[in-house]
């Protein structure tokens, strides 16, 4: 099973949130920095990794927040995994998506986010 892992990035009070670009799977959604866990890779070691290539930082992995199971139609199960991030070196640098932004995490859900993230922004970002 591929397992995907996403940073909430905090700072501030507020997350990074980030816009796919318009071509590719899941055009113009949004999600958190991350993504597929390469074999023999630690998840948190894939985060790290993640954030320097599409952000251009090194970060800092606080801690594991939630993980589960989530099936996109006519896909193999993936489990996604989301670790919260305070602390990162470097400038922020957009190297993949449409766009980004800081955001207040009770207004997340007024983003059209990946179908993926829906369970973390009830659970999680919902009483953040």
């Known amino acids: ?35 597929k866990v390469e074999p023999g890779e630690a998840p948190e070691a894939a985060v790290v990794r993640e954030l320097r290539e599409e952000l251009g930082i090194d970060a800092s992995v606080d801690r594991e927040i939630m993980r589960y199971e989530y099936r996109y139609p006519d896909r193999a199960p993936i489990v996604l995994i989301f670790y919260r991030v305070v602390e990162f070196t470097g400038e922020l640098q957009n190297l993949q998506f449409q766009q980004m932004l800081w955001e207040a995490p009770h207004r997340l859900r007024e983003y059209d986010f990946l179908e993926g993230d829906q369970e973390f922004l009830t659970t999680w970002a919902a009483g953040a």
């Not at 099973?1 to 899941?26: D, E, K, P, S």
């Open 1 to 35: 099973m591929t397992t995907v892992v996403a940073a909430v990035i905090q700072r501030a009070g507020q997350i990074l949130i980030a816009q796919r670009n318009a071509h590719g799977r899941h055009p113009l959604k949004w999600e958190f920095p991350g993504g």
